[in-house]
């Protein structure tokens, strides 16, 4: 995490959703990138999320079904890109990389990364805005 050695570790989605340029190895987003990044989520034509994979795949396939109509997504399993040891849910991946970093090094973590935790509050929130809406319009908005 220390400066000038990238931006992977340091609000990585807020950055390349602001459109913060092609140098990233000294990128420190601000509040203006973060309103960027926002700006940019609200207007993506599709949002899944990696910890809801089932039911981002099942919107994918509804979203591109008109365009695309053999599409198979069931060849994207989430096992193909999974760690065997690795805990099952979130919040226990969490735990265990707050433990593994101690409590100082861990909100130093959280602190580099805060934009980025607001970024994903806010994608979970638009998602299961999105995935209501789909329910009550019977699969026929495709956002």
Request: hydrophobic share 45%; net charge negative; aromatic share 10%.
């Amino acid at each position: 995490m220390a400066e000038g050695n990238g931006s992977v570790i340091r609000n990585f989605q807020t950055i390349h959703l602001s459109a913060y340029g092609d140098d990233l190895r000294h990128a420190v987003v601000n509040d203006n990138d973060f309103e960027r990044a926002q700006a940019t989520l609200q207007s993506l034509p599709f949002l899944g999320l990696v910890d809801r994979f089932d039911e981002s795949i099942r919107r994918l396939r509804i979203y591109v079904r008109p365009f695309v109509r053999d599409f198979a997504p069931e060849e994207f399993a989430p096992a193909a890109n999974a760690t065997p040891e690795r805990a099952a849910t979130l919040s226990a991946r969490i735990a265990e990389i707050e433990t593994a970093l101690g409590p100082d090094l861990y909100a130093h973590l959280l602190e580099q990364n805060r934009f980025d935790l607001q970024l994903y509050q806010q994608a979970q929130q638009l998602f299961d805005r999105i995935v209501q809406a789909q329910a009550l319009l019977g699969a026929r908005d495709f956002r």
